[in-house]
């Protein structure tokens, strides 16, 4: 008797050892709670009076074998079943009758894994957007789960059609869905919890979808936070990197281009943005040789020199002309209204007015 049939959630049973086969290892009970693997879920886990349960095999005779890791004593035990493994294949396989029912494409095989599960439809190209919140919008609806058994013959409504005969055994997601299973579901919709669709793949010309349901799904989310979190952490560093190798770069090219002024003319006047190139640059140029160099932008002025007292020159000048600053005998800087007081300063310190 397979009592999973009709209470998927007694998590310990009485049972007899009908028979025994290879030295004791594999063990054939009058009842058992023990899931068997079949139908695309795996087998449950637990325990035979204490010790462990390896695999449980739905057998071509009907018999279910239950293979532990060593002998049992004496004709009764008592079976405990792993409960977290068996609920978690609960919310996989009552969530995939779900995906199932609200996916317009016939459904052609699934798999339940051990950490993502998988539907095959028939079909090319899907919106998993709006399927997963169907599929969450009836997880919040609550639909109840119930069990029935009917005749092959004569059942109505099913999903997909039964090679079946005789007697079967129907898992109907009220207002939903009505399929021929023998697996273990939950009570309602609601406790299937979140399902979340992770990626589709090309399979044979038909479409397979991953998902993972319920704590499945809560643990997907988390490692995806984590593994973006971590994602985010390195391209930051990878941008400071950049923002470093990009500074020494235009230093490197400040220090360049210094050299190259000052073998033109130890007397310079530079027009351009004034930034800490702009300040590397002037040191380059004034540590090779006596020399004087003028930077100037639209709105402000550098002075470096070597052969002048900058800030003494430049303070005043700045002021006579509406702006503000100073600086050192080497350098000095400052900030003015327009460029028309720009090119004044430049002209009072001894350089050529530009445009």
């Known amino acids: 008797m397979r009592l999973y049939y009709d209470n998927a959630y007694a998590t310990s049973f009485e ?11 594999r063990v054939y009970l009058d009842q058992t709670a023990f899931y068997p693997t079949s139908g695309g879920q795996l087998h449950d886990l637990g325990t035979l009076n204490g010790t462990p349960v390896l695999d449980v095999i739905d057998e071509d005779d009907g018999r279910i074998a239950h293979l532990v890791a060593a002998p049992l004593n004496g004709n009764t035990v008592i079976g ?22 609200v996916i317009p494409q016939p459904t052609l095989s699934v798999h339940l894994g051990l950490e993502v599960s998988t539907i095959d439809v028939e079909a090319e190209k899907l919106d998993l957007a709006a399927i997963e919140d169907r599929a969450n919008a009836a997880v919040l609806a609550n639909h109840p789960f119930s069990v029935t058994y009917e005749s092959a013959a004569t059942a109505e409504g099913l999903r997909k059609a039964t090679g079946r005969t005789g007697t079967i055994r129907i898992v109907t997601i009220e207002g939903l869905d009505r399929s021929a299973c023998g697996g273990t579901h939950v009570r309602a919709t609601g406790e299937i919890g979140p399902i979340l669709l992770r990626k589709t793949e090309k399979m044979r010309g038909n479409l397979r979808i991953h998902f993972v349901c319920g704590h499945r799904a809560l643990k997907a989310i988390r490692a995806d936070q984590a593994q973006l979190t971590a994602t985010v952490a390195q391209l930051t560093e990878s941008a400071k990197d950049a923002d470093k190798r990009a500074a020494k770069l235009a230093l490197d090219l400040a220090a360049y281009q210094g050299r190259e002024l000052y073998a033109q003319s ?41 052969q002048r007292h900058a800030g003494n020159e430049l303070k005043p000048l700045l002021a006579a002309h509406g702006g503000r600053g100073g600086g050192s005998a080497n350098l000095a800087q400052g900030s003015l209204p327009d460029a028309a007081a720009v ?5 009072a310190l001894g350089f050529p007015i530009v445009g």
Do not use: K, Y
């Not at 049972?15 to 290892?25: K, M, N, P, Q």
């Not at 977290?84 to 029912?101: E, I, K, N, P, Y």
């Not at 090119?343 to 002209?347: I, S």
């Open 15 to 25: 049972a007899r050892v009908i028979a025994t086969a290879d030295e004791g290892r």
């Open 80 to 101: 405990q079943i792993d409960w977290t493994r068996r609920f978690d294949f609960m919310q996989q396989h009552s969530g995939q009758h779900l995906l199932s029912a």
């Open 343 to 347: 090119e004044a300063v430049a002209g």
């Open 266 to 306: 130890p007397q310079q006047r530079v027009h351009g943005p004034i930034d800490d190139s702009t300040r590397a640059l002037a040191n380059v140029f004034l540590a090779c040789g006596p020399g004087t160099i003028l930077f100037t932008s639209a709105t402000a002025v550098l002075l470096a020199s070597n």
